[in-house]
């Protein structure tokens, strides 16, 4: 396990209960460098959407928390975000809550799928997510429904339809 990742875990662990007293939820937390600095992210979200002032709020008491328990070597910034709306789909939660959405999707690899009477190979698409099982997703693309591995995906998160 990366250092990255035992900073995300425990992270995870600490915001919890800051979130849990507000009623959010936790969609997902990284650490990255970005533009040389190191960027603890961490993203939250509720019915109806988050408010500038409830990413105050998190930020400031989440703070409060990692300055307790000091556990980054490194210098970092804080940042507390909605997801927004194209967001990427990463843990069990993310898959079952939005079945039946248009999702875009970024493979590894090619696949080869049908649309209009034509076949198509494409490992960029949109289509509509039907399923999950934990390792594979179900997509209706044009004519087709096809299973594709996780481990294929290079990328997945809901469409933004303009």
Known sequence: MSRAEEYEIRAEELVMPVLSEKGFELVDVE??????????????DKPGGITIDDCEFVN???????????????????EISSPGLGRKLKKPRDFERSIGQDV????????TFTEKGKRYEAKEFTGRLDGYDGDNVKVFLGEDTVEISLKDIAMIRLSIDF
């Open 31 to 44: 650490y990255v460098k970005e533009s040389g600095n190191q960027v603890l992210r961490v993203y939250i």
């Open 60 to 78: 400031r008491a989440f703070g409060e928390v990692m300055d307790e328990y000091d556990f980054i070597e490194d210098a970092y910034i804080l």
């Open 104 to 111: 875009d999707i970024k493979l590894f690899a090619n696949i």
